[in-house]
């Protein structure tokens, strides 16, 4: 099986038990891999792809990950992560593309890069980076591969290949195009269904304003006929 591909510069040569410890840890660092989980999975739905990073290149904090996107998914959200920075890289299509709502792009992010605001996360120590995003249209079982380049203060990590976190697709549903991601066609239908549920909200306030106003009339009449029968008994 194929391993990530980790390099690192040692500052020296130490002893001999330090040395085995050193020797070790670049298959320790293999043993967990930078993974992808993604709140929906089915293609051609929205979702949000969280990306962890359990660990550094051989004890080395890490400063900069940088994750690809593949060009069958062009648009993307990233999460703001207070501990680093974000920016997204953009590129040229050779040739347009037509989305889902037959809007024409001409341009896609190809790498989203989170780069660290302090002095690294250390070895040993976890976090993770969110992307909401579209995945593309597909059958289940296929995979779409993130590919993600680690870079520490000392020593890089590219998880590609085998290693490359990655989404593997499930059968698209119907009726169902968003899934759980938190992007601009979500926000969208957030408001469309707000709408209609204001509407319905609207009808039962007609609808009690009526049944209020009946209530007052009839209590009307029952005050007129009571007076009425007063003043009958008096006379």
Known sequence: MKKSTVKYTAASAVALGA????????????????????????????????????????????????IDLPESVPAVTPTVNPNWT????????????????????????ASVTYTTAGAGLPDGYRDTFELSLRLPTGEAGDVVEFPVFQTCVDGTAEWIG????????????????????????????EGHADAA????????????????LGGLVVGAIGVVLAVLSRRGART
């Not at 989305?99 to 792009?105: E, L, P, R």
Request: charged content about 15%; glycine content about 12%; proline content about 4%.
């Open 162 to 189: 085998d290693d490359v976190p990655a989404v593997v697709l499930t059968a698209a549903v119907a009726g169902d195009g968003h899934g759980h991601g938190a992007t601009e066609d979500d926000h969208a239908d």
């Open 197 to 212: 549920a204001g509407s319905g909200t609207t009808g039962e306030d007609v609808l009690a304003r009526v049944f209020g």
């Open 86 to 109: 974000v920016e997204k890289t953009v590129e040229q299509l050779a040739e347009p593309l037509e989305d889902a709502h037959g809007n024409v792009i001409a341009e896609r992010v």
């Open 19 to 66: 040395g085995v410890l050193l020797a070790l840890a670049p298959a320790v660092a293999a043993s967990a891999h930078v993974s992808a989980s993604a709140t929906s999975s089915a293609a051609g739905s929205y979702t949000v792809v969280t990306f962890s990073v359990p660990h550094g290149c051989a004890g080395s904090p890490t400063t900069q990950v940088r």
